[in-house]
């Protein structure tokens, strides 16, 4: 199947789950993650219809980046095919050695966990460029091996960031283990759900927090009668993951 045929089997998805949950379909966004995959996936995404894409691993996501940008800025590269705009979201770890680069190229990052992290995407977002849309991760459910603040701290680091200049706190994202049947799951994202509500009544932000990125290709329908209003689908898009190449050694 073409990567389109794709697209709308996962549209299909999204929109009979919000219908069974009492949703508009229009209320859930989806964000393509292009991991692994090459500038060529993307812009056949893209050419579908897809303008919201996610990676990962920045520099990679980075190299995309500037792919598309000289795709979409050159005609004879584009074959006369028209050239949608893109955004970008950095959905993975950011270290303090790589915000510059995420500050400079992507349009949301939603792994923030840390105020130093945030403090330093502030201070090195170009002033050209539109306000940086943030996301806080938050480790719902206490995994182990997941990334994210504890949810007691949301609350704390919610209002440091939005008073921030050069970004704009736009809600909360997580990933939560795998759980073992539906009620499992959805009681889990209705936990994120729970928090992301206390946050915006606690009154400390200057606006409302608009965004709760929850599920992916495996839990979706779970994140979305939860209350999601963002789903973050790579294989049911792109097929399975590829094999990232390690570098070669030095010589």
Not at 74 to 101: E, F, Y
């Amino acid at each position: 199947m073409t990567i389109l045929a794709h697209l709308r089997l996962v549209h299909d998805r999204i929109e009979a789950t919000c219908l069974s949950a009492g949703r508009q379909p229009g209320s859930v966004r989806l964000l393509a993650v292009s991991k692994t995959f090459g500038p060529e996936a993307v812009i056949e995404a893209a050419l579908a219809g897809q303008s919201a894409f996610g990676e990962n691993y920045i520099a990679e996501g980075v190299e995309k980046i500037l792919a598309l940008r000289r795709w979409r800025a050159d005609p004879a590269l584009r074959a006369d095919k028209p050239a949608p705009a893109l955004q970008w979201h950095c959905i993975g770890p950011v270290q303090s050695n790589k915000t510059r680069l995420v500050a400079e190229h992507f349009d949301w990052v939603q792994s923030v966990d840390r105020l130093k992290i945030a403090q330093r995407l502030s201070e090195q977002r170009p002033p050209e460029l539109p306000p940086l849309q943030v996301c806080l991760q938050v480790n719902i459910d206490g995994g182990a091996n997941k990334s994210g603040l504890a949810p007691g701290d949301a609350l704390a680091l919610a209002a440091e960031v939005a008073r921030l200049p050069r970004m704009a706190l736009r809600g909360l994202m997580a990933i939560p283990e795998p759980a073992i049947d539906f009620v499992a799951a959805c009681a889990v994202h209705a936990c994120a759900k729970e928090l992301f509500d206390q946050i915006n009544a606690a009154g400390v932000l200057p606006a409302p927090m608009d965004t709760l990125s929850l599920g992916m290709t495996g839990d979706l329908e779970a994140a979305i009668h939860a209350g999601s209003t963002m789903v973050r689908v790579g294989t049911a898009i792109f097929g399975g993951r590829q094999v990232r190449q390690a570098a070669a050694p030095a010589a």
